[in-house]
């Protein structure tokens, strides 16, 4: 995955805070002669021990441990002890999986279900390296076996929860409201893709190998764990929206990145595809993009028709300018020559990209929380609310199926603006009867004084 060139200032800053924790070790290895630490070139913190008119050492165990003293005393006796990584090596085939076991229904599923043969590349190693991973989990009754060798017979229902649970992990948080740490449960969301993955094995062991299973879908009887955030991605404010547009000027592709997820509120798997290869114009002339959406293509899919907004289409025209947009596609790689054909973002590289903008964002503004591309999603959503468009006008440009997920999407942002709007309408209609409210002051006044 091409990752694009990181920013000079982000680089210098971590090259400095490097320089920092070295300086801190360097501190600490006072008692140990001729040993210094340095910050690499890639802002890593090495450690050397570096005798008088002798070659220098790495000290590669991490300081302070029992491993650092033992490589250290070597090295000053003349044998250096350095402890490196074992030549990677293929692991050994796995032997053939035991008829009826859960290994067995999983690689069935992979060689057969028809859902599974047509999902794309990536949508097949993610969904076998999770169904993968339960076999070699140990059985919570007999921990000498494991998962995978476990009967179908035996698959149930605790074995379903046992295994999302084995996905669960605990960290320590600070509760802004009480001031203290506690500890909560994270990491459901893993454990709710491992249900719904293995719900599918066993959805199609049921149609294909009813007698294996008793005919039942064991994972069904289990609910998926709730969201840790039920609020999902951060929506950023418009003070940040502001804050990011003057920062990144017309003509920057961090700024190309964030008007095309702003403005046409769509997913980070869509803006990749965005040009002029789906652009089309609408019965009343007007520029829009039209496509068929990533997400639930094989199944579902939704085609959307987004608008050219007067920013977006000024956004690009600065690009166009700059030399920075491709001729077909919107977000491409630099060019080394005009004749090279365009070479687009794979979506994680436009996160990282994003990303590394927010970090020089907040080390230049200030400000405290990231957001993510799918947060300016949710920040359009909000936009198209405060325009004054429908339900199903918002659903047809951001892809949505139900008036629901446009309400969940704007609900909590638009509280604060509406909270906003409230007061304002509030100062609005007492400037209008400020002389009502005067002489109704006036008279509660001289009620009192007569009383």
């Known amino acids: 995955m091409a990752r694009p060139k ?43 021990y570096e005798p008088p008119g002798q070659r220098k050492v790495r000290i590669r165990a991490p300081f302070p441990s029992v491993e650092f003293d033992a490589e250290l005393l070597a090295a000053k006796q003349g044998r250096p002890l350095q402890v490196r990584p074992a030549k990677a090596c293929s692991p050994e085939p796995r032997k053939a999986a035991a008829p ?29 390296n999770v169904l993968e991973s339960t076999w070699d989990e140990p059985h919570a009754r007999y921990p000498h076996l494991r998962y995978g060798d476990c ?4 698959f149930n229902g605790e074995s379903v929860l046992i295994l999302m649970k084995r996905k669960l992990k605990w960290k320590t948080v600070f509760d802004e409201i009480t001031g203290e740490e506690r500890e909560v449960q994270t990491n459901f969301s893993a454990a709710n893709t491992r249900h719904k993955f ?6 199609y062991l ?24 039920e609020e999902g991605h951060r ?6 929206i502001a804050s990011f547009q003057e920062q990144f000027k017309l003509g920057s592709k961090e700024r190309l990145l964030f008007d095309l997820a702003y403005y046409t509120t769509q997913r980070r798997a869509d803006l990749p595809r965005l040009g002029r290869l789906v652009l089309e114009k609408d019965r009343n002339g007007n520029d829009r993009l039209s496509f068929v959406q990533h997400k639930l293509r094989n199944k579902k899919p939704v085609r959307a028709y987004v608008p050219l907004f007067p920013e977006l289409r000024q956004s690009l025209e600065a690009a166009k300018e700059a ?12 060019k080394i020559s005009p004749t090279q054909p365009d070479r687009p973002y794979a979506e994680g590289s436009l996160g990282n990209m994003m990303q590394d903008a927010i970090k020089k964002l907040t080390a230049k503004t200030g400000i405290k929380k990231s ?67 005067e002489a109704d002051i006036e008279f509660a006044e001289s009620g009192a004084e007569v009383a």
């Open 6 to 48: 990181l920013d000079p200032e982000i680089k210098k800053a971590r090259h400095q805070k490097a320089k920092r924790e070295a300086e801190k070790l360097n501190k600490k290895l006072g008692s140990h002669a001729y040993t210094n630490a340095y910050a690499t070139e890639w802002s890593k913190v090495v450690v050397y």
């Open 100 to 128: 009826d076991t859960w290994r067995w229904g999983c690689q069935d599923y992979f060689a057969n279900d028809p859902t599974y043969r047509e999902m794309s590349k990536r949508d097949k190693r993610n969904r076998k």
């Open 151 to 154: 009967p179908l017979a035996d």
């Open 198 to 203: 293995i719900s599918a094995v066993l959805s």
């Open 206 to 229: 049921v149609q294909n190998h009813t007698r294996v299973v008793g005919g039942r879908n064991w994972a069904r009887d289990i609910k998926p764990f709730k969201p840790e955030n």
């Open 235 to 240: 929506t950023p404010s418009l003070e940040e």
């Open 323 to 334: 030399g920075i947009l491709g001729e077909t596609l919107y977000l491409v790689h630099d």
């Open 371 to 437: 957001f993510s591309l799918h947060g300016l999603r949710k920040a359009g959503v909000c936009r198209l609310i405060m325009m004054g468009l429908s339900a199903h006008q918002i659903m047809a440009i951001t892809g949505h199926r139900t008036p629901w997920e446009i309400d969940r999407y704007g609900r909590d942002y638009m509280r604060s603006v509406a909270s906003e709007q409230g007061y304002q309408r509030y100062l609005t209609w007492r400037a209008q009867n400020e002389a009502v409210i």
